[in-house]
């Protein structure tokens, strides 16, 4: 019970927060460093791609978009950020609360590239 609400959860859930376009943290480096320490993620890189990628997507993202809807307008910018994109494809590939890192690399190095499917309702 600890572990699943301890500190490290909750700081990933947030991660996970600064990832929707409604959030006042939105791609703000501190608030999605948990997640992209767990993803193993170039840090120096992803701060780069943040510093632009939160502007662009500020302003081409409706801010009502839920994290379905973020993550595929991200998948097609994915080539010209992809530490942004490895954040939210982490999401998709692994959910944060039951993931390792050993875990997620085994898991990217199977898929060369990821592809999203969204099941419709």
């Keep these: 019970m600890r572990i699943r609400f301890g500190e490290t959860n909750l700081d990933l859930f947030q991660s996970v927060e600064a990832l929707l376009p409604s959030s006042e943290q939105f791609l703000k480096s501190?608030?999605?460093?948990?997640?992209?320490?767990?993803?193993?993620?170039?840090?120096?890189t992803l701060d780069a791609e943040l510093a632009v990628g939160a502007a662009f997507f500020s302003k081409n993202l409706p801010k009502d978009y839920s994290l379905e809807s973020a993550t595929k307008s991200i998948v097609t910018y994915k080539d010209a950020f992809p530490s942004l994109y490895a954040l939210y494809a982490g999401l998709l590939v692994h959910p944060p609360l039951v993931c390792q890192p050993r875990r997620v690399r085994t898991v990217f190095r199977h898929l060369p590239e990821l592809s999203i499917h969204v099941a419709g309702p």
């Design 30 to 44: 501190q608030s999605v460093k948990p997640l992209a320490m767990l993803l193993e993620l170039e840090h120096a």
